[in-house]
């Protein structure tokens, strides 16, 4: 049985590099990570700009009275000299001025008669936002590897970069399997249980950033799930996900079936606890993973193997493990396989959540990390955490 530390290397030696870069419209970017620097294209500010309402006047203007001449709006063309000595013209956040200007607040003016106003200090340059001042032309503002967050996409418009070059968002299939389920609509028969599981993946896969392309449930039936293994490796999916069926029993075709599809078998169990019974697999770079039914393990194992493989895809490169305080008085049952233990991350602490078994989704809404508990039981109250939200 492979250990949780050498799976994650060979899934990273699965996954090589990105998937392939592509042109996108700005406002399908969210979330994708960028592919290409981003420079520049003229001075930011392109042009001094106003950062106050108030008036323009010469640099030279004194404090006392002076005659108002017109109106700069904003977006409109500044003058190409500033007004002459003893005039002064309106301008609003966001002017374009006139080089070798000064300006004054409207708080610092008083109305006078006869078109004139009162300035009540001497104009100046410090509410200027000067040409060029943020950035110059070509200056690289994003680098390959940025997260299109809400922040970067407003900078992308801002420079009229409206089709960056982002990476491909990962395509996932998803087949589900067992006898036993019904949809959530449907009130299961004795014996029966809902599936939980296929809304637990398209919420983590939305999570994820990557695109649920197919999902279908099938019954145990050998035949049945072959078919719908064929109909989901017929898709663009990158990765094929299979609940259920991963482990050795009789209704448990994951690993034959997809090692007669012509997969790789690179692992069928794992030594974490939930999560054992987890199957690994690849066919000409495309991977497959039978994740075992139980909705616990679903959760450990898509976080730990899952969602590394798709920040690699996705190029964020793999999820940093942290440290955090153990909580006093936190009871651990350690196992010989090691141990992702829901849990409560807050700050630097870490609060153990009680689960019963591998099936307990009770837990699950108030998971946000997964706590490692090491086989060998441990007196250290610093531990491993992965963040799962
Ligand atoms: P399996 O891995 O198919 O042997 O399933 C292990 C356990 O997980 C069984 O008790 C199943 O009933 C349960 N299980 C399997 N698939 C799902 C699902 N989609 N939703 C909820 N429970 C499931
Ligand atoms: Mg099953």
Same mark, same amino acid.
């Given at each position: ?8 290397? *060979? ?9 392939? +870069? ?10 994708? !990570? ?26 030279? *203007? ?21 007004p002459s000595v003893g005039t002064a013209v309106r301008i609003l956040t966001g002017s374009a001025l006139p080089a070798s200007a ?8 008083? /109305? ?44 992308? /418009? ?33 014996? *029966? ?22 999902? *279908? ?5 050998? +035949?049945?799930?072959?078919? /719908? ?49 987890? !199957? ?39 999820? +940093? ?69």
């Open positions: 049985m492979i250990s949780v530390t050498d799976l994650w290397l *060979q899934l990273d030696a699965l996954t090589p590099s990105p998937l392939p +870069a592509e042109r996108v419209p700005l406002g399908s970017t969210h979330n994708r !990570i960028l592919r290409e620097p981003i420079l520049a294209p003229e001075d930011q500010p392109p042009f001094d700009r106003s950062a106050i309402d108030g008036y323009l006047t010469h640099a030279e *203007q004194p404090a006392g009275l002076v005659t108002l001449q017109g109106t700069i709006a904003p977006g409109s063309p500044a003058p190409t000299v500033p000064a300006i004054i607040m409207q708080e610092d003016t008083k /109305a006078a008669d006869n078109g004139c106003i009162h300035l009540l200090q001497p104009p100046s340059t410090k509410h200027i936002r000067h040409r060029g001042s943020q950035a110059r032309a070509g200056a690289q503002l994003l680098a390959p590897g940025q997260l299109l967050n809400a922040g970067a996409l407003a900078l992308l /418009a801002s420079l009229g970069a409206t089709t960056p070059l982002v990476t491909r968002r990962a395509r996932v299939a998803h087949l589900v399997t067992g006898g036993e389920l019904v949809s959530p609509e449907a009130k299961p028969a004795f014996g *029966q249980i809902r599936d939980s599981n296929s809304t637990l993946i398209a919420a983590l896969l939305a999570d994820a950033h990557a695109d649920l392309l197919w999902q *279908q449930h099938v019954s145990d039936s050998r +035949a049945a799930t072959a078919g /719908a293994l064929a109909v989901a490796l017929s898709t663009t999916a990158d990765i094929i996900l299979i609940s259920g069926g991963a482990s050795v029993g009789d209704h448990d075709h994951t690993g034959s079936l997809l090692a007669a599809q012509g997969f790789t078998i690179h692992c069928d169990k794992v030594a974490s606890r939930p999560g054992k019974p987890f !199957i690994a697999a690849s066919r000409d770079g495309r991977l497959a993973f039978g994740l075992p039914g139980n909705p616990l393990s679903h959760f450990v194992c898509f976080h730990l193997f899952v969602k590394r493989v798709l920040a690699r895809l996705a190029g964020t490169g793999p999820i +940093a493990l942290i440290h955090a305080q153990l909580a006093p008085h936190s009871e651990l049952r350690p196992d010989p396989r090691e141990t992702w233990w829901p849990a409560l991350l807050t700050h630097d602490s870490v609060t153990p959540l009680p689960w019963r078994d591998s099936s307990d989704l009770t837990v699950l809404a108030r998971a946000n990390a997964l706590l490692r508990v090491p086989s060998t039981p441990s007196d250290n109250s610093r531990v491993e955490v992965l963040r799962c939200s």
